[in-house]
Nanobody, 126 residues
Framework: QVQLVESGGGLVQTGGSLRLSCVAS????????MGWFRQAPGKEREFVAA????????YYADSVKGRFTISRDNAKNAVYLQMNSLNSEDTAVYYC???????????????????WGQGTQVTVSS
């Protein structure tokens, strides 16, 4: 089992930035590839970004590529999502998730992830 706690959400104006954090406890953090997902009201949960167990590989949704950066610090059991140039379409609850995938594999389907945090709200105002 691994427990995930997100933080860093809030209200930001269009064009602003936020940095989300997700801290893990429980099993060894480096066992897991990590992903960020988001869910807006009335919409399905969608993939945002993912990072491999060692941090050497990353993958982004087209909608955030070039604006968001995922990173991790295995010594701190943490994964981060730096979000820049935010717009109203980024408004959602953001979730981090852990995937006990094979080394080097990163995936983008929510059902492939084993553990989830409770989410943090990001609201972008115009």
């Amino acid at each position: 089992q691994v427990q995930l706690v997100e933080s860093g959400g809030g209200l930001v104006q269009t064009g602003g930035s936020l940095r989300l954090s997700c801290v893990a406890s429980g099993r060894t953090f480096s066992r897991y590839a990590m992903g960020w997902f988001r869910q807006a009201p009335g919409k399905e949960r969608e993939f945002v970004a993912a990072i491999s167990k060692g941090g050497g590989s990353t993958y982004y949704a087209d909608s955030v590529k070039g604006r968001f950066t995922i990173s991790r610090d295995n010594a701190k059991n943490a994964v981060y999502l730096q979000m820049n140039s935010l717009n109203s379409e980024d408004t959602a609850v953001y979730y981090c998730a852990a995937d006990e995938a094979r080394w080097g594999v990163i995936r983008s389907t929510p059902g492939q992830y084993d553990y989830w945090g409770q989410g943090t709200q990001v609201t972008v105002s115009s």
